[in-house]
């Protein structure tokens, strides 16, 4: 099975939510050599346009995966599949297809077309922390928005707790798409579409794309139906690149007649909701947690921050600014008496991503056994 180098590179980047830097870079190393810039806003989501056009096809995706970082993992390929190992233990590690497919799918479309928009962000795991907090007059000129984020093959996602994400207008185009790659349109989990959804009146989709047992040790991702949402995400893309999919804010809500009329809000506070690939509701984090989420080429300073007095201000060295990891938001700072905390500095390793030549893991382990676990899983979508 011949599998696109990208894949495999885009899968060994170990991130992690609130530990995303090494994807961050990751990221932008890939939009320098597609000769793309990129913009941040406040949280640090990464913002990309192509091109010079009144309409954009979008895609979104998070660049978060709940498997905390580990340096011993390495990507396998077992003929439609690939996996992770820990190659110290020899066990099983949780890929990351969610949402490492996504950032794949996403850097690959954006080969694929003169005017797109792409937006990567932080920490959805946690509970759509970075969407929650996107820019979204972004979408102003989005087309459609699409995001691969969702386990499985077959999902057509077109709500989300509630919210409406796409109608006729944008089905009646595409159905013949969805037919030929064998989706149905389904109510999903919570992920960031989900916010965009809530904030502007664009059209959005959510699908599964490949990743199968997410959020677990057993991850893996079948190579075929990755390459295969892939183009379906193309194809979408290129049909309704001439026109913007609208639904106005206040006819976004599915329950509003029926159900006693409780609305998109109200479902949520019931409890209704679950995340996408998700069992559970987010795990609070706790500040000390949160200050592990620094920024690909920041440093933390010895100053305090104006507005909380905490001293985690950091210098974002992409923005030149000064972000302050206790209130998540950039702070205003004379810097002439600001020095980089050196110590604190020292205690952080400059880990580098891994990417060598020998990509994938010489798999000297009993590959049958994983086999065993992996097939009964597969499905055969005869694509
Ligand atoms: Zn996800
Ligand atoms: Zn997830």
Redesign the pocket.
């Known amino acids: 099975m011949k599998v696109n180098q990208n894949l495999i590179r885009v899968m060994n980047v170990q991130t992690h939510s609130y530990e995303t830097q090494r994807m961050q870079r990751f990221i932008k190393k890939e939009l320098a050599k597609q000769n793309l810039g990129h913009t941040k806003d406040k949280y640090g989501n990464i913002y990309v346009t192509k091109g010079d056009a009144d309409l954009y096809p979008t895609m979104v995706c998070?660049i978060d995966t709940v498997h905390a970082i580990n340096n011993d993992v390495q990507v396998v390929q077992l003929d439609d599949v690939l996996l992770a190992i820990d190659t110290k233990t020899k066990k099983r590690y949780g890929i990351g297809g969610?949402?490492k497919v996504?950032v794949y799918i996403t850097l690959e479309l954006l080969k694929q077309f003169d005017n797109f928009k792409a937006v990567f962000f932080l920490d959805?795991?946690v509970g759509c922390v970075g969407s929650s907090k996107a820019d979204f007059t972004f979408f102003n000129d989005s087309t459609i928005v699409l995001e691969c984020?969702r386990r499985g093959y077959n999902d057509f996602v077109t709500s989300i707790s509630g919210t409406k994400l796409s109608n006729d207008k944008l089905h009646n185009d595409i159905d013949y798409i969805l037919d030929k790659y064998n989706r149905k349109k389904c109510i999903g989990g919570i992920?960031d579409v989900g916010e965009i959804a809530d904030n502007n009146p664009v059209q959005v989709a959510n699908m599964s794309c490949g990743y199968y047992d997410?959020h677990s040790d057993n991850e893996y991702i079948v190579i075929s139906e990755v390459e295969s949402t892939k183009q379906m995400c193309l194809e979408i893309l290129q049909e309704t690149a001439d026109k913007r999919y609208e639904i106005d804010l206040d006819k976004r809500t599915t329950y509003g007649v029926g159900y006693g009329g409780y609305n998109a809000y109200s479902a949520r506070s019931w409890g209704y909701d679950y995340y996408?690939?998700?069992d559970n509701k987010p795990k609070h984090k706790t500040k000390n947690e949160a200050l592990h989420n620094t920024y690909a080429d920041s440093f933390k300073t010895t100053a305090e921050c104006p507005c909380c007095n905490a001293s985690e201000v950091w210098f974002d060295d992409y923005e030149q600014q000064f972000f302050c990891l206790s209130c998540h938001t950039y702070v205003e700072i004379d810097d002439n008496n600001v020095n980089i905390d050196a110590e604190y500095m020292s205690t952080i390793t400059d880990e580098e991503y891994i990417e060598t030549d020998t990509l994938l893991y010489d798999a000297s382990f009993n590959q049958e056994a994983f086999k065993k676990d992996v097939e009964p899983k597969l499905l055969n979508n005869g694509i």
Request: proline residues 8%; glycine residues 8%; without cysteine.
């Open positions: 998070h969610d949402d996504g959805e795991e984020d992920t997410p996408d690939d998700w």
